[in-house]
């Protein structure tokens, strides 16, 4: 039983977006937030280690930052409610709404051997959505996902998956992955405004606290 006073905990997901237009094509809340967040990142340096020496405070842009995690998801409670499509097909919708992200639709996949039937000499790849990793309102962040794995762990009578954990390498993607004006570049701009802001109001300490040291 949640307390009234107890506040709201808020779901993390993955928001696909049409590129153009903005629209919300799909929304997958994650069902579980998962208890650890592990993020790195690459600094874009000029030249490397072995680079020119006066080149070496020189930043060609921001990090490549990548971001994993493992996501919980598990059908026990719409089980024991009855709830469909949980007791006829188990966590599998959940699961295909995950995958669909790293797959081209069946209509696309069509159209191109259609145009390759025809003789078409390049046949450009098929486009996805614009997948945005959401973790808060402070972290709005398009990416790409590097990594997919899922461990199904537990089945119903009928062998569908009751219970699963996915895992997930995002690549956050920034103002050098895109086009200009893309609406992915423009999510990765507030982004990299809100860190700005947030390293702005930290304040921990004082110089006399490193021990007062000169810069001469």
């Known amino acids: 039983m949640a307390f009234p006073r107890s506040p709201r905990v808020l779901k993390g997901g993955i928001v696909l977006l049409d590129a153009v237009t903005g629209r919300v094509l799909r929304f997958i809340v994650l069902q579980y937030n998962p208890d650890t967040v592990t993020r790195t990142l690459q600094v874009q340096g000029v030249g490397g280690e072995s680079g020119d020496r006066s080149e070496a405070l020189r930043l060609k842009g921001p990090p490549v930052e990548t971001i994993k995690l493992d996501a919980e998801i598990d059908a026990t409670d719409q089980l024991e409610l009855v709830k469909k499509p949980t007791t006829t097909d188990g ?7 995950l995958e669909m992200i790293v797959y081209p639709s069946v209509t696309q996949l069509r159209d191109a051997e259609a145009l390759a039937l025809k003789g078409s000499i390049e046949i450009a790849p098929a486009e996805a959505p614009l ?35 996915v895992s997930l390498g995002m690549r956050v993607l920034s103002g050098n992955d895109l086009a200009p004006g893309h609406r992915g570049a423009s999510l ?29």
């Open 188 to 216: 990765f701009t507030a982004y990299h405004q809100k860190k700005e802001s947030f390293a702005t109001t930290f304040s921990l300490g004082t110089l006399e606290s490193l021990g007062g040291p000169k810069f001469e």
């Open 91 to 97: 966590v599998y919708p959940h699961l295909a709404a």
């Open 131 to 165: 997948t945005v990793f959401v973790w808060s309102r402070n972290r709005v962040v398009p990416v790409r996902l590097t990594e997919f794995s899922v461990t199904e762990e537990a089945f119903d009578p009928q062998l569908n998956p009751t219970r699963a954990k």
